[in-house]
Structure formats: structure tokens, C-alpha cells
């Protein structure tokens, strides 16, 4: 297997692109990176997720999201939550990284990158409304688990980063 | 079952269930809205860690076990935390204090752990390693700003860390389930953990400016179930729907 690439039959595609993140919506569950496998076996298909967070509490909706897509296109569904491999900011599409910018919330940096933006307060990160660099972390932990919360010196906006996570 | 592997996983389990339940405490009572977001935020990772454990130690036990029962269920005997995250919040240096020395311990356990001979709990391991990064940043950094700000803050962390500090060592107690984990090649090696955690902690008391505390280490049984007067408050809140509604459901 190899570490990254989730297995999805191409058919089944379609109706995951209709489920989204209930917590960031513009994000499907494509390209939030969390469905690792989709296997069908007639109109029986296995489905595995991978939590972002371990405590994420969106987790519980996804799956539900998930089934109910599956079932109103005739399927029914087994889903497995798994833990390993684990998920990483990596696996979030560049589609969904254009989305999440566009929603104003700045996309992960590198990892070194968002190590200096979060320990050492580089201006690295760029603010998602007027795209200055000249941003300040307000907190470490913002609205969910999975973000950190900046604002923009120049414009004054407050903004959302996803946290890099390896 | 294996009796073992279940109460190692109790133990794992426990203390973040405690410390978690303390951190909640603090919902709404943060000392400005971003530390209380983080401190509930780190509260939230170690629930998530816990069930993911407490899911595993179901399966290990069988039966109609399952998450929520072992979280609700079981009586202060049977809950296998040390006594350092049953200590009250106090104020936001004792909130620190407990949360940096728990947070070092707590790394370096999951970085032995992910080597573990039981795929299940290298992978919970790995996954909670991620969080725990940004515990340990977090009170760190707070540690450090506190013992560098005023006066009143300086002293308020000095005495945090002379209470919890104490308390550290019980972690490393090493008792018979951990024992044989660690000889199974499924726990991790205590003592290995133990020099590096006070090495970690000690230096960065230095660089903060803290006296390393000189307390001898206080003798406590948590890991055999044996809590301070703390923990009947703490399970009577933690545990109080399922109680009062036996087998409710949300």
C-alpha cells in the first residue's frame, strides 16, 4: 500500500464529492483526506475513515454524512474508522487548499515553515483577506482542534490557519 | 481476556481521562478567551485519545464492555491514574505546572510507545504523538512566560511547580502490568523515560528561571487505584449522568 494514496473506486467519486465537512463545509471529505477506502461488493461497500484529530468531534457526523449519501444512491455501508496510517495536512487536496483560502482560512505551511510561524513568530503566513505577510499568531489553538489563530497587522483581519500536522 | 494488556490500557488511558476532566473545568473559566480555547482544545485531544484506547480495552475485554462503560462505570478502585493529574486547578500556574510535566512524560511515552510490538497501540500512539507536540508547546511557552513576567507571576509558578513536581516521580513507579508490557515488547521502558523526562524538564526550569524544586518525591498509589480525597469529587462530576441515568444514551 502505499502511504498517502487512499484506494477510492472511481465510480463512487461523485457521491463523496457531495459530503462535506461540517465544520469547514466548503471542504469535501475528498478533499479533507479523511476516506481512505471504498470497496463495494455488489450494493454492499466497505468504507474506511481516518480521523483528523483524535478528538475531533466532527467525526461521528462524517460517518453519518457519509452512510446517508451512500444509502440515498442505493448502497448500504460498513464503515471502519482507522487510525493508521495517520492522517496528515498532506493529504488535503490542492483543490482544497484553494478552497480553504478562498473560505479565509490560511492553507498548512511546511512543516519548518509553520514551526517558525507558531514558536518563533515569523511573519511567514500570509493574511487571506489582503495577503500581507505581516501577520501576528493571537493563539496556538483557535475555533477547532485543528486550527491556530492569526490576525493581520496591516488590515486588522482576524483569520484561521490549518496547523500543519505530520 | 488478557488481564494485563486491559489494565495497561487503563493506566494509559486514565491519566488523560483525569487530566482531561481537570482541563474541562476550566471551560469558561480560562484566564482570557485564546488559553481558555487551548486549554479546552487540549482537553478535547486527550478525550479523543482516551476513547481511542478505551475502544481498544472494550475489544480486549469483550462481554458487553464498551467505551462507556469502562469510563463511567468502574469505581475509584478501579481507576489507575497518578496522583499529579488529580491536583485542582488553583489557579493558572498550578494549571501550567501540572499540564508541562505531564505533557514532557506524556511525549516521550508516546514516542517509545509507537515502537510497540501491538499495532494498535503503536498506531494510537502515533496519532495522539501529533497532539501532544502541541500540548507540550503550549505549556512550555507558558512556563516560561509566567516565571519571566511580574513578580506575582514569578512566585505564583515557583509554587506551582514546588506542588506538582513532587508528584512526577509516581509516573515512573514501575508496577507489575507495566512490567511485563515491557518485557512483552508492547509497554515502554520506564526508566529510559524517566532519566530523559527529568533532564527535559529540569533544563527548561533553568532556562525559565525556576528552582529545581527539592522536595523528595511523594510516595503515591494511583496506579493501584488508591486516589487523594481529590477523586470523589472529580468521578462524582466526571461519572454523574450515567449514575444517576444508568445506560443513557445521547
Known amino acids: 500500500m502505499v502511504i498517502g494514496k487512499p484506494h477510492i473506486e472511481e465510480k463512487f467519486r461523485s457521491i463523496l464529492e457531495k459530503v462535506s465537512d461540517p465544520e469547514i463545509p466548503v471542504l469535501t471529505v475528498l478533499d479533507l483526506g479523511v476516506v481512505r477506502e471504498v470497496i463495494a461488493t455488489g450494493k454492499k461497500v466497505d468504507i474506511k475513515i481516518t480521523p483528523t484529530y483524535s478528538g475531533c468531534p466532527a467525526m461521528d457526523t462524517i460517518a453519518a454524512d457519509i452512510a446517508m449519501a451512500f444509502e440515498a444512491a442505493g448502497y448500504t455501508t460498513n464503515i471502519e474508522l482507522i487510525l493508521a496510517p495517520a492522517w496528515t495536512t498532506d493529504w488535503i487536496s490542492s483543490e482544497g487548499r484553494s478552497k480553504l483560502e478562498a473560505y479565509g482560512v490560511a492553507a498548512p505551511l511546511s512543516e519548518s515553515q509553520d514551526k517558525r510561524a507558531l514558536l518563533d513568530g515569523e511573519r511567514v503566513l500570509k493574511c487571506t483577506l489582503c495577503g500581507s505577510t505581516n501577520t501576528k499568531m493571537i493563539s496556538q489553538f483557535g475555533s477547532t482542534a485543528c486550527k491556530a489563530l492569526f490576525q493581520c497587522q496591516d488590515c486588522l483581519e482576524p483569520f484561521d490557519y490549518f496547523k500543519c500536522l505530520k | ?250
Open chain 2, 1 to 250: 481476556m488478557d488481564v494485563s494488556l486491559y489494565k495497561y490500557l487503563l493506566m494509559l488511558g486514565d491519566n488523560s481521562m483525569i487530566l482531561g476532566h481537570r482541563l474541562s473545568e476550566l471551560c469558561g473559566h480560562g484566564p482570557n478567551l485564546e488559553t481558555d480555547i487551548a486549554l479546552t482544545n487540549i482537553s478535547l485531544d486527550l478525550f479523543g485519545q482516551v476513547r481511542s484506547l478505551f475502544q481498544y480495552a472494550a475489544k480486549v475485554k469483550g462481554g458487553s464492555a464498551t467505551e462507556d462503560t469502562i469510563a463511567f462505570s468502574r469505581t475509584e478502585r478501579e481507576i489507575l491514574n497518578v496522583i499529579l493529574v488529580e491536583q485542582p486547578n488553583e489557579d493558572f500556574a498550578h494549571v501550567v505546572g501540572r499540564q508541562y510535566l505531564y505533557d514532557i512524560y506524556h511525549f516521550l511515552l508516546l514516542e517509545a510507545l509507537v515502537g510497540s510490538k501491538d499495532e494498535t497501540i503503536a498506531a494510537i500512539a502515533n496519532k495522539s504523538l501529533k497532539e501532544v507536540k502541541y500540548h507540550k508547546r503550549f505549556s512550555g511557552e507558558w512556563l516560561k512566560r509566567l516565571a519571566g513576567g511580574t513578580d506575582e507571576s514569578q512566585q505564583r509558578m515557583q509554587a506551582a511547580i514546588d506542588h506538582m513536581y513532587p508528584f512526577l516521580d509516581e509516573l515512573f513507579h514501575v508496577t507489575e502490568v507495566e512490567e511485563e508490557m515491557r518485557a512483552q515488547g508492547v509497554g515502554a521502558d520506564l526508566s529510559v523515560i524517566k532519566a530523559e523526562c527529568y533532564a527535559i524538564i529540569d533544563d527548561h526550569f533553568r532556562i525559565a528561571g525556576l528552582q529545581v524544586p527539592e522536595h523528595p518525591p511523594r510516595v503515591s498509589k494511583g496506579k493501584y487505584g488508591i486516589h487523594t480525597e481529590k477523586m470523589g469529587f472529580i468521578l462524582s462530576e466526571l461519572q454523574f449522568m450515567q449514575r444517576s441515568y444508568p445506560n443513557m444514551q445521547w
